[in-house]
Nanobody
């Protein structure tokens, strides 16, 4: 249905910053909200942040609070994740996700569309 393509991942040093982008495409792009989740090797997929498409309300997981900022550009159908003060434990594949219907957006099971992910590696 909706195609989600992440970009902006890469290798950064601890304390550095990185901005991820997720572009949504499709002739009928309809979403209640979008978010970012990440998965490190050997770990479960972890909720990072989400944003309601129309209201702009934002939600953050514990690891993201105070360091990451989610934002969106409705005209571009794009959501961003600004990551500051990166730590080694932030190393993971970051996935963009979307939820079509009204509901929670604080865990992986809350979303119904997924991008293929972008690798973020933070060196210490």
């Amino acid at each position: 249905q909706v195609r989600l393509v992440e970009s902006g991942g890469g290798l950064v040093q601890a304390g550095g910053s990185l901005r991820l982008s997720c572009a949504a495409s499709g002739r009928s792009f309809v979403t209640y909200g979008m978010g970012w989740l990440r998965q490190a090797p050997g770990k479960e997929r972890e909720f990072v942040s989400s944003i309601r498409w129309m209201t702009g309300n934002t939600y953050y997981g514990d690891a993201a609070k105070g360091r990451f900022t989610i934002s969106k550009d409705n005209a571009k159908n794009t959501v961003y994740l600004q990551m500051n003060s990166l730590k080694a434990e932030d190393t993971a594949v970051y996935y963009c996700a979307a939820r079509r219907t009204i509901g929670p957006m604080t865990s992986g099971t809350d979303f119904d569309s997924w991008g293929q992910g972008t690798q973020v590696t933070v060196s210490s």
